[in-house]
């Protein structure tokens, strides 16, 4: 498989314990290029997943806390993860520019910072009951276009959003990254389609633009977690040879 596209597989490690993350790091490896490392698992085991990733697999991590709070605050643990060595992190948008902005200028050591605009959990009416206008609770693309925007102003390399808006921030922003979750193959069994709202398939997702997709339940839960892998490694190949021009 190409390194390539295998370097744009992001699998969450979305486990209670360091020991479990490690059999699906062993069982991925050569297959998934990041590693998600998120609030369960970094809760529970700290700075030890972050180095059992670059043990077993040599693999990107893709450190995933969603930081959101004071500029000072963020910008400090920015900095301890450029320390622990993660490519990757995310901060939330709804922190504010200036902590993104600051989030944006702490980070050291080659360390890649993400704005999460809307999660892929959230619809419409999620969006107005926590107090966005109907404008923006309407129309979700604008909602995540407006902070795709905020952003890109703040200097961070690139986003968080959804399969259904990462055209429209791709138009508007093309040399912002994005990360797209809730990438669910066509072939997929329904009953995996969990709790995520604003789905697509990897095909779909890059078509439109996804720079890097975020798959977990659909390997997870598979008998043949490494079968399933290989699939979407297929299709997306795929799609970025269409998207590019083969």
């Known amino acids: 498989m190409d390194a390539r596209v295998v370097s744009r597989l992001v699998f969450p490690l979305d486990v209670p314990d360091l020991s479990e993350a490690r059999r699906w790091v062993r069982r991925l ?44 605050t963020v910008a400090a643990a ?5 320390r622990l060595g993660a490519d990757m992190l995310t901060v939330h948008m709804l922190a504010g520019r200036w902590a993104v902005r600051e989030a944006a200028r702490a980070a050291e050591g080659g360390l890649r910072i993400f704005a999460v605009t809307i999660l892929t959990s959230l619809s419409r009416a999620d969006l107005m009951e926590v107090g966005y206008s109907p404008e923006l609770s309407r129309d979700i693309g604008e909602a995540a276009l407006r902070l ?7 200097g961070v390399h690139g986003v968080v959003c959804s399969a259904k808006e990462v ?15 809730g990438v669910r193959p066509d072939w997929l069994d329904e009953h995996l389609a969990d709790d995520q709202k604003r789905i697509a398939s990897p095909r779909e997702a890059i078509s439109a633009g996804a720079d890097y997709l ?8 598979s008998p043949d977690p490494r079968g399933v ?4 490694l297929s299709e997306m190949a795929e799609a970025f040879a269409e998207r590019y021009g083969g």
């Open 229 to 232: 892998a290989e699939r979407i």
């Open 78 to 82: 920015v900095r301890s993860a450029s």
């Open 167 to 181: 055209a429209r921030v791709k138009e508007a922003y093309p040399h912002l990254l994005t990360v797209v979750p």
């Open 214 to 221: 975020v798959v977990g339940r659909p390997i997870r839960e």
């Open 29 to 72: 490896k050569g297959l998934v290029g990041v590693f998600k490392v998120g609030l369960e698992l970094f809760v529970a085991e700290g700075p030890a997943a972050v180095e059992m990733v670059r043990e077993e697999a040599g693999a990107e991590v893709f450190l995933d806390l969603k930081l959101n709070d004071i500029p000072a």
């Open 148 to 154: 795709a925007g905020l952003a890109y102003r703040c």
